[in-house]
């Protein structure tokens, strides 16, 4: 039974480019939700995606936007880097219909803007 | 609005030693405790959870307990051993919550010397 799994697992970009990243939920969950963890922090909550639409949106400007497909993969993408944005993203499914399903984690994306 | 403080590490033990992380948490309503654990190299991984007060959550030896008096959900280990050695991290989700936005302590180091 695979895991939450994310790519690319590394990525450089330069300021001002736009970047995608993607992400497969675990088997039978439905609902994806992006973190950004930057380096020695504690992960922050991008946006959440269920039935195909954001549902919930943490603190990130307009420059992050999401998509969820019909087989409840995602994707995450960050328009005009910034090297502020040089963080590990965390990509975590769950299960919609049971409240406080736990989060299943993949390894995350390490994105570098230079 | 909600938040987690954690103590701040690096936390350097000897092999069998105590183990207390302290977590403390400010939010409104009746939030869901979490502990995650993150080794290197990869994503968070669920370690414990309580839903209300005074539960206990408890697995693979390390155990918190739900303390609304004192907002705190402290974790606790009675013999460490070298490969508990990772990064651990408090969170909170709302009582209002779906489950996908976890509000996380900035983690804490914990480094088992054998």
């Known amino acids: 039974d695979a895991g939450v799994t994310q790519s690319p697992t590394h990525l450089i970009k330069t300021r001002g480019q736009q970047v995608t990243l993607r992400c497969s939920p675990k088997?039978?969950?439905?609902?994806v939700s992006w973190y950004q963890q930057a380096l020695g922090q504690g992960p922050q909550f991008i946006f959440q995606?269920?039935?195909?639409?954001?549902?919930q949106r943490g603190n990130f400007p307009d420059r992050f936007s999401g998509h969820q497909f019909p087989n409840y993969s995602s994707e995450l993408n960050v328009n005009a880097l910034l090297l502020g944005d040089s963080a590990l993203y965390l990509c975590?499914?769950?299960?919609?219909?049971?409240?406080?399903?736990?989060?299943?984690f993949g390894n995350g994306t390490r994105l570098t803007v230079t | 609005g909600n938040s987690v403080t954690q103590m701040e590490g690096p936390v350097t033990l000897s092999e069998e030693a105590f183990l207390t992380i302290n977590c403390t948490y400010t939010?409104?309503?009746?939030?869901?405790l979490f502990w995650y654990v993150q080794y290197p190299g990869e994503g968070l991984q669920l370690l414990l959870k309580?839903?209300?007060?005074?539960d206990k959550g408890s697995n693979k030896g390390f155990e918190a307990t739900y303390r609304k008096e004192t907002t705190s959900f402290h974790l606790e280990k009675g013999s460490v051993q070298v490969s508990d050695s990772a990064v651990y991290f408090c969170?909170?989700?709302?009582?209002?919550?779906?489950?996908?936005?976890?509000?996380f302590g900035q983690g804490t180091e914990l480094s088992v010397k054998p």
């Open positions: 995606y269920y039935e195909e639409e954001e549902r």
């Open positions: 975590a499914s769950s299960f919609d219909s049971v409240y406080n399903s736990p989060l299943h």
């Open positions: 088997s039978g969950h439905d609902t």
């Open positions: 939010a409104t309503g009746y939030p869901s």
């Open positions: 969170a909170l989700s709302d009582q209002d919550n779906q489950g996908g936005k976890l509000i």
């Open positions: 309580a839903t209300k007060a005074d």
